[in-house]
């Protein structure tokens, strides 16, 4: 996708650097920490790239009866693979669903083999997981022969639109009619809850509260309607899901196995907004992202969430803070450039004199410091009060700000945010509100050049080194130096530094599910995204 | 009266409608000064039943379509009604804005509004009486419950930082504020309130989508008055925009908050409920 170049803020380089540094010296020991760990979900992600899917009569999948009973056993600090190979060797079952069946009523047994037992159900392991890897591998080239062969999006930014009835079947006709309005991206909003749940339900739902489940299935039917009407309009119509909640790293490999595009991925928003312990969030988020790097898929961050419950002119920094550091777990784990979604949101209070002022100060500050990613822009909800008119002019002018300064994506905004659910019309007014804006304004961005020292380039430089600032107070933290956690970014999410949440490392939701790693651990799924391997 | 009439009187003194209704009324004309009881609604002359509204009909847009939005704007009492718009949205549906008047009339005299049923009290007024008549801190448990991760209501109330300028309930002295954060599942919440001893228990919803607000209102009421014994539930009072007022006895807590709530309002009712002395029997009990 190609980025528009607005005129520049004059922002110094050498703070541009200095932010870069603080962010990576604040991710890099919580980097060391996830790899330190892994999660129940981590290991459940690996056998279903390993190809075990399904579920029980009850609706558990296989993967939470065998990763249960392997930790059960033996225990996960090895690593869920090396006992499950190791049993299929010496004959527990024919195959793994098999042996997950047997191991749901315990009639399985592991061990943790050594020498040339170990080897050989090492190896066993990886060449299984492979499998799933290559296909992931392989869907990522159908995209780009596909895109290659109908197209793309005409122009940026891509226009995303949200779908969310709770049931599949109405989903899909749903995305198919805004995808011909002229989505770019769809998104189908998940069943409220689910990041909450410890499994991923399973087959195509119908029964979603406020959205849909995210199932393999479900992802299957959608990516499929959607290749149909991507052939029909001749661009190519990218599907996003959110691989967040205590099933990230499953369902980011389900998202790569069947092709989504897209996927809501934040460094921090399951700390802050789900309370889900920062530890098993961090371990998750590392493979997640090294699972989305593999796959092609570009990640969208949430910094927009911190604005709905801190001020967005107070808080304006924190969203810089957190573009720095999700950009640096990113790139950590392997993503490139193009594939980094950052959020940022028009969330200031219009009561504020300036305020419109203040928002292009922001929006460009995202765009001037991170020129390649493409930036995810999201509507105003904070401020949208039931007076849908205004509400509609406030759309108007946020759509405008995307316009000026060159957002890659543009989440759309329903002028009946707060009231309903959107209907048929919000979407199509909507709509013609974004394409006014665009084929009105959209050449703005050659003309808008913020004049030396006005009021945007002093605001966006006054940002980034408020932005500064606060990372440098995050890594000079050593109140919890020595202690169990003495990770600053840690101490900082304690204390409430992102988004007013006070959320401590011993603490949340899914801790009982993170494993200290032993020295013989083995992934073959972290190996093969590690070294970018194959076989 | 015909709007007629009145259009020529405007036009007679070239005066602005208001101006000119209270400088050369027009007999039979309804004062300015005295409005109601009888109203309408206003479009731009006092009487005129003016009102617009939006819809879409499931119909391809076509004369047929048109006819039919004007056939329900006629059903909803709107005579003579206004196509001013009408415009395909896909190849089966067709979106309609309609202005018209509306036939019917509204009696002010019937209207029941819920009045504020407690005194107003300054933040020392409040501290004082908690002190007084207490004796100890009043303890007041917050949250956002299930999965609204909006808390942007409970911490205007809650927080130090307050709202329309005034400071949240953690300024209170004689309060002890325990705000527990978004997301928080009720069991959470029954057990915090039950572990801090909580007089008051305030939950904010803002999210709305398919009664989410109520569903969850009505599943926090219930666990509380499962897992406390009757008398000695903690005061429920939940705040959001989209919630009715007088639906409080439905949603089966004490008190609903809507849009607008100042912290200094909560405060006063928290005082007023659980700290005045009554001059009825306490329903939950004397040891609130």
Known sequence: MSSRRPALLDLDPAVVRRARSLARKAGKPVVDLARAHTTVSVERATLRLAGLSGADHDGTPWVNHLVDAVRDGVGLEHGVTTPVWDALRRGEAPDLLTLAQKASSGSASFRLPEKRDLTASRTAARKAVAKGIRTVDSQRRARERMVAKVGDAPRTPWIYLIVATGDIHEDIPQAQAAAREGADVIAVIRSTGQSLLDFVPEGATREGYAGTYATQENFRLMRAALDDTSRELGRYVRLTNYASGLCMPEIAALAGLERLDMMLNDSMYGILFRDINPIRTFVDQRFSRQVHARAGIIINTGEDNYLTTADAVEAAHTVTVSQLLNEYFAKEAGLEDWQLGLGHAFEINPEVPESFRLELAHALLARQLFPDAPLKWMPPTKHMTGDVFRGYLLDGFFNLVGAMTGQGILLVGMMTEAVVTPWLSDRDLALQNVRYVMEAAGGLTEDFHPPHDGLIQTRARQVLSEAVDLLDTIVSDTSTKGSAHPQPLLAAITDGTFGAMKRPPTKGKGLDGVVVKADGYDNPATTLLDEGATR | ?288
Request: glycine share 10%.
């Open chain 2, 1 to 288: 009266m015909t709007r007629s009439t009145a259009q020529e009187a405007r036009d007679r003194t070239h005066q602005h409608e208001g101006e000119r209704r209270r400088e050369h009324p027009v007999t039979g004309e309804p004062s300015l000064h005295e409005p109601g009881p009888i109203v309408r609604p206003y479009g731009d002359t006092t009487g005129d039943g003016m009102v617009q509204v939006s819809f879409t009909l499931p119909l391809p847009h076509d004369k047929r379509a048109e006819g039919a939005a004007l056939q329900l704007a006629a059903k909803m009492g709107m005579s003579p009604a206004l196509l001013v718009h009408a415009k395909a949205m896909g190849p089966h549906f067709t979106f309609f804005v309609v202005y018209g008047s509306v036939t019917h009339l509204v009696d002010v005299r019937e209207v029941q509004v819920v009045e504020r049923e407690f005194p107003l009290l300054g933040s020392a007024e409040v501290n004082q009486a908690i002190r007084a008549q207490l004796g100890r801190k009043l303890v007041v448990v917050g949250a956002c419950i299930g999965t609204d991760a909006h808390t942007v209501g409970i911490d205007a109330i809650l927080n130090i930082k307050g709202f329309a300028g005034e400071k949240g309930l953690e300024y209170y002295r004689e309060m002890k504020v325990v705000n527990l954060g978004a997301q928080v599942l009720v069991p959470e919440l029954v057990e915090s309130a039950r572990e801090v001893g909580a007089d008051a228990v305030l939950v904010s919803q803002v999210v709305t989508q398919k009664d989410a607000h109520i569903h969850n209102t009505t599943t926090m009421s219930a666990a509380f008055r499962e897992a406390f014994p009757a008398g000695e539930v903690p005061l429920l009072v939940v705040g959001g925009p989209r919630f009715e007022e007088g639906s409080a006895a439905a949603l089966g807590v004490d008190r609903v908050f809507g849009r607008g709530t100042t912290p200094g309002e909560v405060a006063s009712y928290l005082v007023h409920e659980l700290v005045a002395p009554r001059t009825t029997r306490d329903p939950r009990g004397e040891q609130r």
